[in-house]
């Protein structure tokens, strides 16, 4: 009896950790886009972006209408950040930068949309379905 509430609890000190593997798993399906740093450099602020595409469609062309917001959140500027070729399952690294503007000005921003979206032999929604945004900044990534 003894053994049998021990195995149990130990079975149920797991569950949390196996649910955390599966979300783990979750968040790295899709197109993800993190930015990852943002720096100023110059006249102008750097934002560097790591994407993952986790989609199983690999992604000739994509570019994405990107709003950047101010401090006080007012918009700024309006770009396509041109992110090119992203082969699946494979990591890729894209710096775009603000020209005339230091990143403590940036608040904000929002992925306004796929401009271009070119999928060989696949659905092109995958670019917009199948995105999912995080920041390692202080600057929020929305969309």
Same mark, same amino acid.
């Given at each position: ?31 993800? $886009?993190?930015?990852? /740093?943002?720096?100023? @450099? %110059?006249? +102008? ?10 989609? *199983? ?40 930068? $603000?020209?005339?503007? /230091?990143?403590?000005? @940036? %608040?904000? +921003? ?10 060989? *032999? ?22």
């Amino acid at each position: 009896m003894i053994f049998r509430r021990s195995a149990l609890a130990v079975v149920f000190a797991a569950l949390p950790l196996v649910a955390q593997a599966q979300s783990a798993d979750e968040a790295l399906e899709g197109l993800v $886009l993190e930015l990852n /740093t943002v720096q100023d @450099v %110059g006249q +102008a602020c750097r934002l560097t972006f790591v994407i993952e595409n986790n989609s *199983g469609a690999a992604i000739d062309a994509v570019s994405y209408e990107t709003v950047i917001f101010d401090a006080s959140g007012s918009v700024v500027s309006l770009s396509l950040f041109n992110f090119r070729d992203l082969p699946v399952d494979r990591p890729r690294v894209r710096q775009f930068d $603000l020209p005339g503007m /230091t990143c403590g000005a @940036v %608040g904000k +921003a929002l992925i306004n949309g796929a401009n271009t979206c070119v999928v060989a *032999g696949s659905d092109s929604q995958v670019c917009h379905e199948a995105l999912k945004l995080q920041s390692r900044t202080d600057v929020e990534l929305i969309g």
